[in-house]
């Protein structure tokens, strides 16, 4: 097959809207989706009709507006063309109003509060800069629509909206900076992301024989087997063949969706693998991150593998995340975050390096909350993953320009590229990039972008971005406002750019962010900790947050307060469905297995005493003390955590609520983790009622 030839196919995409669209209504549209200019309701009409008959043609029979609700998963509700004409006549119908507005019934979706399940009406829009997209299924054909998704009073609540918002935010303070720097041509600067997506893949019967992997997408049991990710074999090895016919099934369901999924290769941890697309202007990415999320799921299930998105599905190995990689690139090609061949001359790159370094200062908590949610929990700050202090890493050679600028004024060289020789005569010497990389960095600039570390595996980058857009682009603002008044634009821009680094120096770290070090000299800088999800939500609605997204006008107060109860509410039903699984699991299965295996030593115990002198039989009855001391531990555990469920359940606000979870059910559910693990060494593995660590990550 020719890729050049299917790659889109399944996209209502530029190629198509030309072909289709009377080239008023085309050009029209285009000025919709290019400068946002409002979309008139005849316009509408012609395109959901060309819409309509493109998506009839490849066998669709529905369609549904894709929206993204608080939940961070998407949500849609399907229509069928169908329509019933004159004399009972079937008619396949779709028009400009379907298209551009539904309603699905919001108060089924987490507002927080931000509307009464009486008042359920919401509406979901049209957004015409992400294509509209086919998914084929079991099920058949669908058109899918792009939407955001408000209240009737115009609130946001979903995750694209305030995405969108930022993304016009940072558009016009950046564009009105580089006006100032005489760049008068350009008329818009988009945030280009590419989202990098670790998962991890097992076998699908193997999966489906644990609850705690299906109710919360991770093992909440599990003792670690004799071989972890010790070896290093894994990272980059060979694919194993099912997985390969695996990445070659979404390859090519992800190209027919217009995803350019690039590099695939295997992660560290067993059976962990890596996606990286091409990178897209940050909404359709968004968009994309989610077909690819969702595509790994049902590809995997075809293929008999269970695909896992959550952050930390093993305790032991390395868990998953997801590398957004964001820079900024005009209408007119030029990527603002390219320091070029001499960084030390490029004062517009130094200014918008300035911009991000401050913007990560100020709201460093932000950056953590909007990349966190409870499966991060259990990853950030350990050993594998970024630490929950946000810290950011410039590299050697704008470290070195940047402390030129600060001493004199001026910056006269930048520490060159060095060659690299593999001593092998017919081996090419290679180049070597600027700085090296620094994985341990939350952030770190990695040449032409920066690349926030944190996010989690099975989360929307929308939070993420909405942020990074949003504190860049009032920073910018604040650059703008200055300079619009400097008598000399040259000598304030280099005053500017040391007066910001020397007040916000305290984030820019090119050390290890893994070590103790950094966390004892990140509280000697001042640099806010917040160690988990729960503490770090109160920051949403911080005055200075709600000031900022409120001056871009990117969320309200009562929006941010609506998203922070969300984010409580959120953490706790997560762990108390982590905590109810355990206990069902814990009395069902591990408790009983136990118990029989008792009984396999007691029997034991008897027989031998029946045939030989009693003292021979010490030795297992050492076996069975053993046995019944951590079935003790195991139910004393138990009761702790199914008391503070219970406890938990009957707190109604929703931030202490949360805190309880943290403080109180996290650790019951450790103390209950502990003596199940030790029965799981112990116990006859013809028992164990579950795949244990071994057979699910070795054996895929
Ligand atoms: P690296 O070698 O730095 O990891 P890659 O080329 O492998 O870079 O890219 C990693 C991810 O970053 C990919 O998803 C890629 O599309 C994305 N990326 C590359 N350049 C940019 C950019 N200018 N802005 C945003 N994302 C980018
Ligand atoms: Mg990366």
């Given at each position: 097959m020719d890729l050049t030839q299917y790659f889109g196919s399944n996209t209502f995409n530029d190629t198509v809207m030309r072909e289709r669209l009377p080239l008023a209504v085309y050009k029209a549209l285009k000025k919709t989706i290019e400068n946002g200019e409002e979309l008139d309701s005849e316009i509408a009409d012609t395109v959901a009709n060309a819409m309509k008959q493109w998506a009839l043609e490849r066998g669709a029979t529905h369609f549904t507006h894709w929206f993204q609700p608080m939940t961070g998963v998407t949500a849609e509700k399907h229509d069928s063309f169908l329509a019933v004409g004159e004399k009972g006549r079937v008619l396949m119908e779709f028009s400009g109003k379907e298209l551009i507005k539904g309603e699905p019934?919001?108060?089924?979706?987490?507002s927080g509060g931000l509307r009464?399940?009486?008042?359920a009406r919401g509406y979901t829009v049209w957004d015409c800069t992400s294509p509209a997209f086919l998914r084929e299924d079991a099920s058949g054909v669908t058109l899918c629509i792009p939407t955001a998704f408000c209240s009737?009073?115009?609130?946001?609540?979903?995750?694209k909206t305030p995405l969108l918002r930022s993304m016009e935010a940072i558009d016009k303070q950046a564009t009105r900076l580089l006006h100032l720097f005489?760049?008068?041509?350009?008329k818009h600067v988009e945030v280009c992301v590419g989202a990098e997506q670790e998962y991890f893949l097992i076998d699908r019967e193997k999966y489906l024989k644990r609850d705690d992997l299906i109710f919360?997408?991770?093992?909440l049991f599990g003792a670690k087997p004799?071989?972890?990710?010790?070896?290093?074999?894994?990272?980059?090895g060979t694919i194993k063949e099912r997985v390969s016919l695996f990445m070659h099934e979404l390859n090519e369901e992800l190209w027919k969706l217009g995803?350019?999924?690039k590099t695939q290769h295997n992660e560290a941890a067993p059976a962990q693998h890596e996606l990286a697309p091409i990178f897209s202007t940050v909404n359709i990415e968004t968009d994309h991150n989610q077909l690819v999320m969702e595509c790994m799921k049902k590809i995997a299930a075809r293929h008999g593998l269970a695909c896992l998105l959550h952050?930390?599905?093993?305790?032991?190995v390395n868990g998953s995340g997801k590398h957004n990689n964001w820079s900024l690139v005009t209408d007119?090609?030029?990527?603002?975050m390219k320091p070029g061949k001499k960084p030390h001359e490029n004062m517009q790159f130094l200014l918008f390096l300035a911009a991000v370094i401050k913007a990560t200062d100020e709201h460093a908590q932000l950056i953590r909350m909007s990349a966190s949610c409870p499966g991060n929990d259990q990853r950030?700050?350990?050993?594998e993953a970024p630490p929950s202090i946000v810290s950011i890493f410039i590299g050697e050679q704008l470290e070195d320009i940047l402390a030129q600028l600060i001493k004199s004024g001026k910056a006269t060289s930048s520490i060159e590229r060095e060659k690299l020789t593999f001593?092998?005569?017919?081996?090419p010497y290679i180049k070597k990039d600027a700085n090296d990389r620094?994985?341990?960095?939350?952030?770190?600039?990695t040449g032409n972008k920066f690349e926030?570390?944190?996010?989690?595996?099975?989360?929307?980058?929308a939070d993420a971005n909405t942020v990074l857009n949003s504190i860049v682009a009032d920073t910018l603002a604040e650059f703008a406002t200055e300079l619009e008044k400097a008598k000399d634009f040259d000598s304030a821009v280099v005053s500017l750019i040391c007066k910001t680094i020397n007040e916000h120096?305290?984030?820019i770290f090119d050390g290890n962010?893994?070590?103790k070090e950094w966390l004892e000299e990140a509280a000697r800088r001042g640099l806010p900790n917040k160690e988990s999800y729960v503490d770090a939500i109160?920051?949403?609605?911080y005055t200075d947050t709600i000031n900022m997204f409120e001056r871009q006008g990117v969320l309200s107060k009562a929006e941010l307060e609506a998203r922070a109860e969300i984010s409580y509410e959120l953490y706790s039903k997560t762990i108390n469905i982590e905590a109810r699984t355990m206990i069902e699991m814990a009395s069902r299965k591990f408790i009983p297995a136990a118990v029989k295996h008792a009984k396999l030593i007691a029997d034991t115990i008897n027989a031998v005493t029946a045939a030989l002198?009693?003292?021979?039989a010490d030795n297992t009855r050492e076996m069975l003390g053993e046995c019944l001391e951590l079935l003790g531990d195991a139910r004393r555990a138990l009761k702790r955590l199914n008391d503070n469920v219970n406890t938990a359940a009957r707190i109604t606000d929703e931030q202490e609520k949360a805190h309880y979870f943290r403080d109180y059910v996290v650790r019951a559910m450790r103390d209950l983790r502990e003596p199940i693990d030790s029965l799981e060494l112990l116990v006859d593995a013809d028992l164990w009622p579950v795949p244990t660590y071994g057979e699910m990550i070795f054996e895929v």
């Open positions: 019934d919001a108060s089924s979706f987490p009464g399940t009486f008042e009737y009073t115009g609130e946001a609540l979903d995750k005489g760049k008068k041509d350009v919360t997408g991770r093992t004799p071989k972890g990710q010790e070896m290093d074999d894994h990272y980059f995803i350019h999924a952050e930390k599905p093993f305790a032991g007119q090609g030029e990527n603002l950030l700050g350990g050993a001593g092998v005569s017919y081996i620094n994985r341990t960095s939350p952030f770190a600039f926030l570390r944190m996010v989690g595996s099975s989360m929307s980058i120096k305290r984030v962010g893994y070590s109160e920051c949403l609605t002198d009693e003292t021979e």
